[in-house]
């Protein structure tokens, strides 16, 4: 514990900045940077090269399985925190690091689950056998964690459904959130006249990975289908595999339309890119909630998006955008994206009504503030007997002992 009697956490993650690609190392980034506002004291360990402010453990890719490897680096992890009085994994990536550190020194792991591996079978063709240990790491993790985080109502449903030995008491909801003082209406046009897009011409924007949960092949299709003209500006990279990045090239190739930029783009280009489109396109088949769309609302872009997992939660249909059904055959899910552009690229009136409704909204509901908050608080709440619980909350021992000790007979 350290010297401020708050708790000290240490938080696990693969992803951690400058090194962020995916919507988890996002989460990790705010999370972090907002915790320790809130007087708790985080010591992060993260996968891969040396970072500022974090313990890297690398990932040796001796094994020739890079799963094992990813696994090896979390027997570290688990050695490396010793001193801390709780543990915070995210990601199936470092889940076991968090489940063999409590084991080991005997402190309770919180886990954040920001996908679920049952609901990702693609990944098999990434991992190939390996996609069968992480779903054996999440599973071991997640039954076995004294608290979950679910990044939604519908990511709470799924870990129920899918993990139905886990008490529906462990789980608590805390949503993702976006950061408006980075995301905001950028009147700035530099970096689109980098990238060669007109800010005179309507466009629709996608800001993604490329692995089928993204779902961007069915927006590449359901470009050839509209009508209203619009452009399609296509911000994608990291492949799962190579065959996923030739799927796309080949899907924007004679599409004259189409823009495809392979990069990962700074803040600040993404931002204007947000704020210039005339509709943001989230096609994804999966989806715990997306921060990419409380990025696009944040810039007071109307979103088009698919209603599945968590999106609704944060896309409001018809108030902050258009939500189009994702069951049946892809072709009528591409027809409804194709539709529900179009009427926004004709109607600009309406998706600036979307999108500025869209910039209220999360700056009311979906702050990193707030996350941060009833995070530490959730920490406050499994804090072990005679251990502070910083400004978030307190308790007598008596309370607090009996409370750990009926959790920790319970696992």
Request: hydrophobic letters at 40%; a negative charge.
């Amino acid at each position: 514990m350290n010297k401020n009697n708050s708790l000290t956490v240490g938080l696990f993650t693969r992803e951690y900045p400058p090194h962020v690609y995916g919507g988890g190392g996002v989460h990790v980034e705010h999370l972090v940077r907002h915790l320790r506002h809130h007087h708790t004291d985080v010591d992060v360990h993260c996968l891969g090269q040396p970072r500022p402010d974090a313990t890297a453990h690398p990932i040796n890719v001796a094994t020739g399985q890079p799963v094992l490897d990813v696994l090896t680096a979390n027997a570290g992890m688990a050695a490396a925190v010793s001193h801390v009085d709780l543990v915070h994994s995210h990601t199936w990536y470092t889940n076991l690091a968090g489940h063999w550190a409590s084991l080991l020194h005997d402190v309770p792991h919180v886990m954040t689950a920001h996908s679920l591996e049952p609901l990702r079978p693609w990944k098999a063709e990434q991992l190939g056998g390996g996609y069968e240990l992480s779903r054996w790491a999440e599973h071991t993790a997640i039954t076995s964690a004294d608290a979950v985080i679910a990044v939604s109502l519908a990511m709470r449903d799924d870990i129920l459904k899918h993990y139905p030995s886990v008490q529906p008491e462990r789980i608590h909801v805390i949503s993702n959130g976006v950061d408006t003082t980075q995301y905001y209406p950028d009147p700035a046009t530099d970096a689109l006249t980098r990238h060669g897009i007109d800010p005179e011409q309507p466009y629709v924007l996608f800001v993604g990975r490329i692995t089928r949960q993204k779902g961007l092949p069915h927006l590449l299709r359901a470009a050839r289908r509209t009508r209203s003209g619009a452009h399609f500006v296509i911000v994608a990279d990291a492949p799962d595999t190579p065959q996923a990045a030739t799927e796309i090239e080949t899907l924007a190739a004679g599409q004259p339309h189409v823009h495809l930029i392979r990069a990962t783009l700074p803040v600040h280009e993404l931002r204007q890119l947000l704020t210039h489109a005339t509709v943001f396109c989230c096609p994804s088949v999966y989806e715990p909630l997306g921060i990419v769309n409380l990025e696009a609302m944040a810039c007071a872009t109307a979103v088009v998006a698919t209603a599945v997992g968590g999106i609704p939660e944060a896309v409001h249909d018809g108030v902050t955008g258009t939500l189009v059904p994702s069951t049946g055959p892809a072709t009528d899910t591409e027809h409804h994206l194709a539709e529900a552009i179009d009427q926004l690229i004709t109607n600009p009136a309406l998706a600036s009504a979307l999108g500025h409704a869209g910039r209220d909204r999360v700056t009311q509901h979906f702050t990193w503030d707030t996350v941060a908050t009833q995070t530490a608080d959730l920490y406050a709440a499994l804090a072990p007997p005679g251990h502070g619980v910083g400004e978030t909350g307190s308790s007598s021992e008596e309370a607090e002992r009996g409370a750990w000790e009926e959790r920790r007979g319970s696992t």
